[in-house]
């Protein structure tokens, strides 16, 4: 762990960074809360190919906290102020996980490694020319790292912790996002209400999965059993994390996301139970 004012622990991932129109889009053109909200939803941050790249990537900045506070009220460049929305990341596991500084070079440099480095380690280099005379190009400000892909391989980064075992012991990894910040104060990412389609196929799925522990273990007296497929989804890989609300000069500290609770208010609201689809699933019979 780094002292150094410059080389802080944590990295941000913004949902909200503002674009050029040259600039490639991969994902749908949803606002910048949305695109968190589809994060946190999901549990994953997905690559993309960025200008300049011929594979996925994703993007981090290693920007100090002093540095946070000028790219959301005054921007960077031309471009104007970034989105008030995106991760607070851990460094070392960021780093564990294999992102890392983009490397800045010169046009040349970089043609000329193209043919020598590794796809992801040239799609670590970014053009800088300082020369408005030969296509000024700088974004040192960005102070960006990248996790690189191979083509061919999905783009996902899990952003939720794994289960790890040592010494017999199961228990969680350190969390790789540790916050989030956000444009609205004790913001939450909202539920999302399944399609009658969506809950089917789930509990199609649990039901599925019970008929094939029941048939792995014939020697077992099953009761029928309950299946329940909830017809809300909640933003589970968000719970617990620290948030911190932009008041328009100043990041703040907002306490914690507390999807639990948000989970209990739901289902009061619904009269106690959550809405979905249920079934029970009976033993089989023989012939299994």
């Not at 030969?134 to 912790?161: A, K, M, Q, Y």
């Not at 703040?252 to 999807?259: A, K």
Request: charged share 20%; aromatic share 8%; hydrophobic share 35%.
């Amino acid at each position: 762990m780094s002292t150094h004012p410059d080389l802080p622990e944590t990295l941000v991932h913004f949902t909200g960074r503002p674009r050029g129109r040259s600039e490639l889009r991969e994902f749908p053109p949803r606002t910048p809360e949305q695109r968190l909200v589809s994060i946190l939803h999901s549990g994953t941050l997905r690559g993309a190919h960025t200008f300049g790249t011929d594979a996925p990537v994703i993007c981090f900045s290693e920007a100090t906290e002093e540095a946070r506070r000028v790219m959301l009220r005054d921007g960077a460049g031309a471009r104007g102020p970034y989105e008030p929305w995106g991760l607070v990341l851990d460094r070392q596991q960021l780093i564990a996980a294999g992102a890392r500084p983009v490397l800045h070079v010169s046009r040349e440099e970089r043609t000329e490694m193209q043919a020598s480095l590794p796809q992801r380690t040239y799609n670590r280099c970014v053009v800088y020319e300082p020369d408005s005379t030969r296509g000024r190009s700088d974004w040192l400000h960005e102070r960006e790292w990248r996790l690189c892909f191979e083509n061919g391989n999905e783009p996902v980064l899990p952003i939720t912790p794994q289960f790890v075992v040592e010494a017999g012991t199961v228990s969680p990894s350190p969390r790789l996002v540790v916050g989030v910040i956000v444009g609205t104060p004790g913001w939450i990412p909202p539920p999302r209400y399944r399609s009658f389609e969506e809950a089917q196929s789930q509990l199609d799925r649990q039901v599925q999965w019970v008929q094939s522990a029941m048939r792995a273990n014939t020697d077992h007296q099953w009761p029928s059993i309950p299946v329940h497929a909830c017809g809300v989804e909640f933003a589970r890989p968000a719970n617990s994390l620290a948030r911190w609300f932009w008041n328009g000069s100043e990041l703040v500290r907002d306490g914690f996301i507390d999807i639990q609770a948000q989970e209990w208010e739901t289902a009061l609201s619904w009269g106690g139970t959550l809405p979905g689809l249920s079934t029970n699933v009976d033993p089989p019979t023989a012939p299994w």
